[in-house]
């Protein structure tokens, strides 16, 4: 059997910026499993501008910023497999490939999860009506469009505000098609805010909050659509309800990370995350796994995938060097938090980066950092919103105060 | 000049084709969808009722348990999957252990075997079963198995056997004489049998040859939920509740691959390609399932779908030869299970005494089975002699790049992206298509030899993409 030190699963930003950063410390044993015909992932298809402004202090088209990050990794000579699928992984890190020269299996030291996401369908969220041609998920189209040159429709609406529909909303305008508008379920937006300002509002493009989409009509083809608006519990309210002429339904209701592989090798998810539960060093629960970018949790910005895919690589560093089995201390999030990552937090940590989103908008907050029933810290929030991610650096000032029973508590002041 | 048309190309139409194919009569089968299978065999259960359930001297009763029988059989033949799960009929109270004891001494008499479960058995058996059920009739011999699957390895056995397949050619007039002429928009066919086949529209149809025929079908619609393929543990038979005289009820299913079904419910409907699904049939069927299982939340499912079953006023079969004209019609539950007993019927009763068939030994034509189920080493031997087999397209299915070719050539053919989720599964899985459409398009595309703009989602009129060129230019 091959055997290959570092396993990095997906060529996106995240495996892409893990494996340059591990190469960069002098880690040569490194093989990094594509599934498509070229490195990049889904940035390729994310034609717009606004990616890089964290990490680079510059603007770049996401093909600009995945092909800065291909051109490294290719200088650097680290050796990958394109067109490469996994199709079985065991807790033990045996990987079993498949590529157009065969089936073959790799034992690994050490795995990185770095699949990236996948798209909520319209059967995860039940939407009824026809099952007619005219429905699909928003990045879906976007790849119709950006990568092969095609428009899936002309009159098109847009379920849920997520920020791939809102770029799509804007990019499907600019290729002469009309959007009709945005429906979100929820009474605010879920994208981001520059993006509900530059992609919906610059176009006259109107968003329905409180709304969903009771039925698609369609006979072959999708026809309308009827929208409804929901009561507090996001039940529709059919007194509420009104049609709009339509031939294409697009959904953009959130991106799930795509864990089928980390299943496999028995890593164990949080159900808020939908990721897997990982310490401070991003290790999965199980030893020499790690996980990074949209496979742990979805981000808003690609800047911070890329900085956790190299958080990876230093963690693997100290993994491969120490043979050391720190305390683990868990940490949860409460109050008005969906969730905080890490999941738990080794004991010989000298900084971590806490990352975590609201479950709700709040103008002002007081976040609380709670050890044992005692508030060891507080910070003052303002312009919360759960479609930006959020993160506290805790200094090893802090950590050292940090014992047992961590909270994370964010509450109205 | 054929001797046999048969018109429509559903499950039963599959199973008339493949089971003339085996004669030396000339056959044609006109279909109006641009694929096989693609209305009522497309969206049902997808289960072998063993037949206890049919009342005594219908042609279901006769039907669905010699139907039942044929299939273990015809599935080795054809490699066609067929999961043999058994299934568990249960009751809440004690009146419904009664009304199982009456069904159990049925299908005793039946010579159908059942065994009556108490609770602590159903649980053990089905740890996730409802925890109001307190007994269950087992029936080991209940099968479930994909119509579709099934309808193709027909198809294809029949076409490679000298049989015609014509499709996207609805039938629009039929002429009676000394031989029977069927028009389409295409085409005028001769023939000296016609078998109407055409399920939804098999009283449309029947009008077609005789205006004044009296029967219209009684259509019901079904809507359905779909789990992952990684809810596959979470059942291990099919649960049904009491039937009553709205049907079998809302079941629980496995199915050959794994997903689960979770449905159908019943509605009256009075257009026949009805197939939204509801938001009220959608909760009958969330709120119906509790009564078997305990649910899984909505998060779990990956599909909802609905299919409208095509039932006769009678509630029994419709198989009636006027003139050489023979109606097969009225085909809703048990349907799939009785279809290969229902074409052994009318070839027997119909066809022999009036054209006298030989039969001809034909050579089985089976289709490569799918990758995702090879050991690896079968799986490299492929790969070696085409590396095709090795790019693989849908990750959520395991389903490579040749193996899509393949199915587009298969010997009836595949021409749409529909047609190549039920031959091949990509698109079925919890992606849905989000990752591997483009893909298919592609393949399809490339396979066809046509442009990706000309590609089909279902039916002749659902291409769906438009060049970016072709804007601009209309500027």
Redesign the interface.
């Given at each position: 059997m091959k055997q290959n030190k570092v396993l990095i699963i997906g060529g996106g930003s995240a495996g892409l910026a893990c494996a340059i950063k591990l190469k960069e410390q002098g880690i040569d044993d490194i093989l990094l499993i594509e599934?498509e015909n070229e490195l990049g992932g889904i940035l390729k298809q994310c034609i717009h501008n606004g990616f890089g402004l964290t990490l680079y202090k510059q603007e770049y088209t996401g093909p600009m910023y995945a092909q800065l990050n291909i051109d490294r990794f290719m200088a650097l000579g680290i050796p990958f497999l394109l067109?490469a699928?996994v199709?079985d992984i065991t807790e033990s890190k045996v990987v079993?490939l498949?590529?157009?020269?065969?089936?073959f299996e790799i034992q690994a030291n050490v795995v990185v999860l770095a699949m990236g996401a996948?798209?909520r369908?319209?059967?995860?969220?039940?939407t009824?009506?026809?099952?007619?041609?005219?429905v699909?998920?928003a990045?879906?189209a976007q790849?119709?469009?950006n990568?092969?040159?095609?428009?899936?429709?002309?009159r098109i609406f847009i379920l849920g505000s997520g920020d791939i529909g809102l770029i799509m909303a804007r990019r499907l305008t600019l290729?002469?098609a009309t959007v009709v508008g945005v429906a979100e379920i929820m009474p605010y937006s879920n994208g981001l805010n520059r993006n509900i300002v530059q992609c919906l509002l610059d176009y006259d493009i109107p968003l329905y909050l409180s709304t969903t989409i009771?039925?698609i009509?369609g006979?072959?083809?999708v026809e309308g659509i009827t929208l409804c608006k929901v009561d507090e519990n996001r039940q529709?309210m059919p007194e509420t309800s009104f049609d709009i002429e339509v031939d294409t339904v697009l959904l953009s209701v959130g991106l799930i990370p795509d864990n089928?592989i980390s299943?496999k090798a028995m890593v164990e998810l949080d159900p808020k995350t939908k990721g897997p539960k990982v310490n401070s060093q991003l290790m999965t629960t199980v030893p020499g796994i790690f996980a990074c970018g949209n496979v742990l949790h979805i981000h808003d910005l690609v800047d911070h995938v890329s900085m956790e895919g190299m958080l990876v690589a230093d963690s693997i560093l100290t993994y491969l060097n120490h043979d050391t089995d720190p305390k683990m201390i868990p940490i949860r999030a409460q109050g008005a938090l969906s969730y905080v990552l890490p999941q738990t937090i080794s004991s010989e940590s000298k900084t971590v980066l806490l990352k975590y989103r609201v479950n709700k908008p709040m103008k002002k907050g007081i976040l609380k950092l709670i050890s044992n029933d005692q508030v060891i810290m507080t910070f003052p929030k303002v312009d919360l919103h759960p479609s930006e991610m959020q993160t506290l650096q805790l200094s090893q000032a802090i950590l050292c105060k940090m014992d047992y029973n961590l909270v994370v508590e964010l509450c109205d002041e | 000049m054929f001797d046999i048309i048969i018109i429509g190309a559903g499950i039963i139409g599959c199973q008339m084709a493949y089971t003339l194919s085996l004669t030396d009569l000339s056959v044609l089968v006109i279909e109006k969808n641009t694929e096989v299978l693609n209305e009522v065999s497309s969206a049902n259960s997808g289960i072998i009722h063993t037949g206890y359930d049919p009342k005594e001297g219908t042609l279901k009763a006769l039907l669905n348990a010699k139907g039942a029988r044929m299939y273990r059989d015809l599935c080795e033949k054809l490699q066609v999957p067929l999961m043999e799960c058994g299934s568990l009929l249960v009751a809440h109270n004690d009146q419904e252990i009664e009304t199982l004891q009456g069904i159990m001494d049925k299908a005793e008499h039946r010579k159908i075997s059942c065994e009556m479960l108490d609770q602590n058995a159903c649980r053990k058996t089905e740890p996730n079963i409802a925890p109001s059920i307190i007994a269950a009739l087992y029936f080991p011999t209940t099968a479930s198995i994909l119509p579709w699957q099934m309808g193709y390895a027909l198809i294809d056995n029949a076409c490679q056997n000298g049989v015609k397949l014509h499709t996207s050619e609805p039938v629009i007039k039929v002429e009676r004489g000394c031989v029977i002429t069927v028009t389409t928009p295409k085409a005028s066919y001769q023939a000296k049998m016609v078998i109407n086949c055409s399920g939804l529209s098999g009283d449309k149809v029947a009008r077609l040859a005789e205006p004044d025929y009296p029967i219209t079908l009684r259509l019901k619609k079904g809507e359905y939920?779909?789990t992952d393929k990684?809810e596959a543990s979470y059942l291990n038979h099919i649960l049904f509740p009491l039937p009553t005289d709205k049907g079998k009820g809302v079941l629980a299913v496995k199915t050959v691959e794994g997903n689960l079904l979770f449905g159908p419910n019943s509605t009256l409907v009075k257009d026949p390609?009805d197939?939204?699904?509801?938001?009220d049939?959608?909760a009958e069927v969330n709120e119906k399932i509790k009564d078997v299982i305990i649910p899984l939340p909505?998060?779990r499912?990956?599909?909802?779908?609905a299919g409208v079953r095509p039932g006769s006023p009678t509630n029994d079969f419709i198989i009636e030869n006027h003139d050489h004209w023979i109606n097969v019609i009225g085909i809703d539950s048990p349907g799939l299970a009785s279809s290969p007993a229902i074409a052994q019927y009318v070839l027997d009763e119909f066809i022999v005494p009036t054209l006298n068939p030989q039969p001809v030994e034909r050579s089985v034509y089976v289709h490569q089975k799918p990758l995702s189920m090879m050991t690896?080493d079968q799986?490299?031997a492929l790969?070696?002699k085409n590396?095709?087999y090795?790019?693989?397209v849908c990750?959520?299915e395991?389903v490579s790049y040749q193996e899509v070719a393949d199915a587009i050539h298969s010997p009836a053919q595949t021409k749409s992206i529909k047609g190549i989720k039920r031959r091949c599964r990509p698109g079925s899985g919890?992606?849905?298509?989000?990752?591997c459409?483009?893909k298919i398009v592609d393949i399809l595309s490339k396979e066809l030899g046509i442009p990706?703009?000309k590609v089909l989602?279902?039916?002749d009129?659902?291409a769906?993409?438009?060049?970016?060129?072709a804007?601009?230019e209309t500027k």
């Open positions: 599934k067109n699928t199709l079993t498949c590529d157009p020269s065969g089936i996948r798209e369908t319209r059967g995860n969220i039940g009824p009506g026809n099952r007619c041609v005219g699909w998920t990045g879906n790849k119709y469009l990568m092969d040159g095609y428009l899936v429709g002309k290729a002469k009771t039925k009509k006979d072959g083809r529709p089928v299943e | 939920q779909v990684t390609f197939n939204d699904t509801t938001p049939g959608l909505q998060s499912m990956i599909r909802q779908f690896h799986r490299n790969i070696k590396p095709e090795g790019k693989i990750l959520c395991d919890r992606c849905q298509g989000g990752f459409e483009a990706k703009e989602y279902d039916n009129d659902s769906f993409l438009t060049p970016m060129e804007l601009y």
